[in-house]
């Protein structure tokens, strides 16, 4: 699986929207685009996934690149309850097992 | 609430002994994944089982053993229990093992502290 790339940490105002970024330049063709978010050592939550296109869920948006090598994870409100640590995970889609390889991920902060 | 259930919640042991960690999927989820996250080594995949049987392995120590029941439940063992196995271990469960793309569910975690 393709590895991911990060910023450690990022800050957010609330009400505002959220934009974390996630470069995955060796990202080959059958590989989908994952988040999960983990907030405070509770179990990871799936937030959203893609292949080619953008995509949006209840939760978030994903917008990925043309080239497929660096996506956005986009929260569109960001509230206090959206500080977690946010995970890019590139995934073989075909592949013989659908095990997820956690990075460092992005902290979120969203402040007051 | 994902729908993963996870017992017990917090485990406290010594060095050198012996416990068994359970995990209940969400319903009519095949697959499970068992997860170790220690401070310094963050969120590691240690094993995944599909319908009853081991689908792949990561980072699993020998001392670690786990499997999966004919009602889809599955344990982990932890054995010569160290210090350093102190660590959040999550269950997550997926609806598919192997081919596509399926999303995970995870538990709220077993807290593991050995003295």
Redesign the interface.
Same mark, same amino acid.
């Given at each position: 699986d393709a590895k991911t790339t990060q910023p450690p940490s990022m800050d957010c105002a609330e009400g505002r929207a959220a934009n974390l970024p996630c470069n995955h330049s060796t990202i080959s063709g059958n590989e =989908?685009v =994952?988040w999960y978010r &983990?907030i405070h050592? &509770? +179990?990871? &939550? =799936?937030i959203i996934?893609g292949?080619k296109n953008n995509e949006t869920n209840e939760m978030a948006s994903l917008i990925i690149t043309e080239d497929r090598k660096s996506s956005t994870l986009i929260l569109p409100h960001a509230t206090l309850r959206d500080t977690a640590v946010y =995970?890019c995970i590139v995934r073989d +889609? /075909? /592949?013989? $097992?659908?095990?997820?390889?956690? +990075? $460092?991920g992005t902290l979120l902060a969203v402040q007051p | 609430d994902s729908g993963v259930t996870q017992t017990p919640k917090h485990l406290i042991t010594a060095t050198g002994q012996r416990v068994t960690l359970r995990c209940s999927p969400r319903s009519g989820d095949l697959s499970v994944y068992w997860y170790q996250q220690s401070l310094d080594q963050g969120l590691q995949f240690l094993i995944q089982y599909y319908n009853g049987e081991e689908r792949a392995k990561g980072n699993i120590l020998e001392r670690f053993s786990a499997q999966q029941f004919p009602d889809l439940h599955s344990e982990l063992n932890l054995s010569s229990l160290e210090l350093g196995d102190s660590a959040l271990y999550f269950c997550a469960s997926s609806a598919r093992g192997t081919l596509g793309t399926g999303e995970q569910y995870f538990g709220p975690g077993t807290r593991l502290t050995v003295t």
């Open positions: =989908y =994952y &983990q050592s &509770q +179990g990871p &939550q =799936y996934h292949l =995970y +889609g /075909g /592949g013989a $097992t659908n095990k997820l390889i956690f +990075g $460092t | -």
